[in-house]
């Protein structure tokens, strides 16, 4: 097994991470940053993002993130492909936390940054699974343009869902939003603005039992939970907004998290309950869960990290 020792290690590889790493390279913290399995973080699954400041024109997703890399591989990020397996955080000060990288490579670090992210939730079933790419999208904003003029089904009743539903009832001639209780969680200026649409027809009480379509989205089979009626539904794309999951499992039991498992950061600052370990980006983060948010975050991260080694004379 490979061992080394590091001022600063980056676990991630959306926005958050090469923002964090762009900064901490250049204040000399030599840092390595694993990339993780899905390198270059949600972004990658975004055609053009239209929202991060200085691209007048949009920029696509994947884009984006190859340059991000460049970009703090320039100033010396060491950047790897690699996922971290396990990790053993320490209280003391003086001592190093513990990484191990697939099983493989140890890595001793005294500042950690962590951009691990957060993943959409799906339902589980498996013709959604199968359908993931043919017409089965957790993202409206990345997807929707594809289904223009077309009907689709949105599952979810929270201020995602209303968000999306609303977001494709302007693209979509017809939207059915599913929800699976008699109300929807979705603020009531979010409820306003889905009623408000005539072509977006709200389900409750309803549950998608299978997708329908062999290679591509062809339709929904729903139940309605109160009546068990079966219904069938045309559409041709089916979108989920059922929440996003943090990627914090290998950090259960050692950082502090709330219910849902985002780690919890301590008032302004990116700092975790572990000296030294600081969180930036979608894994701290439920409620804005934007590039240029994250992006925020990883800078303060960096910062942070930076203070921490001076404060300890490292
Ligand atoms: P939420 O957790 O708030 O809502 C998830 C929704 O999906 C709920 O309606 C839930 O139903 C439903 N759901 C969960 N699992 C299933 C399932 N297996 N089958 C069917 N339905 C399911 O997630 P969001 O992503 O909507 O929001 C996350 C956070 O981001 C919230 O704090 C939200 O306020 C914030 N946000 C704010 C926005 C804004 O202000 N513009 C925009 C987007 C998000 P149930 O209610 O029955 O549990």
Redesign the pocket.
């Known amino acids: 097994m490979s061992i080394e020792k590091v001022k600063n290690l980056i676990i991630g590889s959306g926005p958050a991470g090469y923002t964090a790493a762009i900064y901490a390279s250049r204040a000399d913290l030599k840092p390595i940053l694993y990339t993780g399995m899905e390198p270059g973080g949600q972004l990658t699954t975004t055609t053009d993002v239209d929202n991060f400041p200085g691209y007048p024109k949009g920029i696509d997703g994947p884009k984006m993130m190859l340059e991000l890399k460049e970009q703090a591989e320039r100033f010396g990020t060491d950047v790897r492909i690699g996922e971290v397996t396990k990790v053993n955080l320490s209280d003391n000060k003086n001592s190093y936390h513990e990484v191990l990288i697939n099983n493989e490579t140890k890595i001793y670090a005294k500042t950690i940054i962590i951009s691990t992210g957060a993943s959409a939730?799906y339902?589980?079933i498996e013709s959604e699974q199968r359908l993931i790419g043919g017409g089965v999208s957790a993202c409206a904003v990345c997807d929707g343009f594809f289904y223009k003029g077309q009907e689709v089904a949105i599952?979810?009743?929270?201020?995602?869902?209303?968000?999306e539903a609303t977001y494709l009832s302007n693209i979509c001639s017809k939207v059915t939003m599913?929800?699976?209780?008699d109300?929807?969680?979705?603020?009531k200026?979010?409820q306003h603005r889905v009623n408000s649409k005539s072509n977006i027809f709200v389900k409750y009480n309803s549950?998608?039992v299978e997708v329908i379509g062999e290679n591509v989205v062809e339709g929904i089979k729903v139940i309605n939970n109160k009546t068990k009626k079966i219904e069938i539904i045309d559409i041709t794309g089916f979108f989920v907004?059922?929440?996003?999951k943090p990627n914090t499992s290998i950090f259960k039991g050692q950082l502090e998290m709330d219910e849902?498992g985002y780690i919890l950061t301590s008032g302004k600052t990116t700092k975790t309950n572990k000296p030294g370990v600081f969180a930036s980006g979608d894994v701290q983060d439920?409620?804005y869960?934007q590039a240029v948010t994250a992006a925020g975050t990883g800078c303060m991260a960096a910062l942070d990290a930076e203070r921490y080694l001076a404060s300890i004379e490292y």
């Open positions: 939730k339902l589980g599952v979810g009743g929270g201020d995602t869902a209303a968000e599913l929800v699976r209780r109300l929807m969680r979705a603020s200026a979010m549950e998608v907004a059922i929440g996003h849902t439920k409620d869960r």
